[in-house]
T-cell receptor
Framework: NAGVIQTPRHKVTGKGQEATLWCEPISGHSAVFWYRQTIVQGLEFLTYFRNQAPIDDSGMPKERFSAQMPNQSHSTLKIQSTQPQDSAVYLC?????????????FGPGTRLLVL | GDSVTQTEGPVTVSESESLIINCTYSATSIAYPNLFWYVRYPGEGLQLLLKVITAGQKGSSRGFEATYNKETTSFHLQKASVQESDSAVYYCALGGDSNYQLIWGSGTKLIIKP
């Protein structure tokens, strides 16, 4: 079991460019979560998929951020027109079912730096 | 609102000494809070240390333990004798009724002095 895989591990973009972050959940897990971690805000929930369907995106910034899960083996987080304040570590997690008793397993994160 | 407050780090403890990292929570919109401790070791990703989903119960792992106290809304992490390998950042987290959205504390960096 390779665990949750996130690519790239590090990404540097210029202001105004697009950034796409990839997540491969643990095989057999039906729930995928995205979080963002910054020094100022700490760990923040962004969005959640269950069985590839978007369930809750209440943490996603309304503009420029979007997430998709086109198949059960990967999810993407896309940031359009990146801004310096988007610099953060983006964490992806998966869990067997997304239920109350399920443990979320985290990937190593993608460190995004917007210059 | 719902929130988690934990001991501000860094916390420095000598090897073989005892440790407590405080965690208190507010769960105004959650009927049945679930409580978690996650840990991030240097160079590694976040991983679950222990979880407790029933008030009054105690969770334990790797010599750490934490008791879910509904009366004091606390979930303090304790260890009787720390080791150098325990150096890491520890996060207390609160899960909701559906558990899918975790609410996190700010993290506590633990430094173990040899």
């Amino acid at each position: 079991n390779a665990g949750v895989i996130q690519t790239p591990r590090h990404k540097v973009t210029g202001k105004g460019q697009e950034a796409t972050l990839w997540c491969e959940p643990i095989s057999g897990h039906s729930a995928v979560f995205w979080y963002r971690q910054t020094i100022v805000q700490g760990l923040e929930f962004l969005t959640y998929f269950r069985n590839q369907a978007p369930i809750d995106d209440s943490g996603m910034p309304k503009e420029r951020f979007s997430a998709q899960m086109p198949n059960q083996s990967h999810s993407t987080l896309k940031i359009q027109s990146t801004q310096p304040q988007d610099s953060a570590v983006y964490l992806c997690a998966s869990s067997p079912g997304g239920g109350r008793r399920d443990t979320q397993y985290f990937g190593p994160g993608t460190r995004l730096l917007v210059l | 609102g719902d929130s988690v407050t934990q001991t501000e780090g860094p916390v420095t403890v000598s090897e073989s000494e005892s440790l407590i990292i405080n965690c208190t929570y507010s769960a105004t919109s959650i009927a049945y809070p679930n409580l978690f401790w996650y840990v991030r070791y240097p160079g590694e990703g976040l991983q679950l240390l222990l979880k407790v989903i029933t008030a009054g119960q105690k969770g334990s792992s790797r010599g750490f333990e934490a008791t879910y106290n509904k009366e004091t809304t606390s979930f303090h992490l304790q260890k009787a004798s720390v080791q150098e390998s325990d150096s890491a950042v520890y996060y207390c987290a609160l899960g909701g009724d559906s558990n899918y959205q975790l609410i996190w504390g700010s993290g506590t960096k633990l430094i173990i002095k040899p």
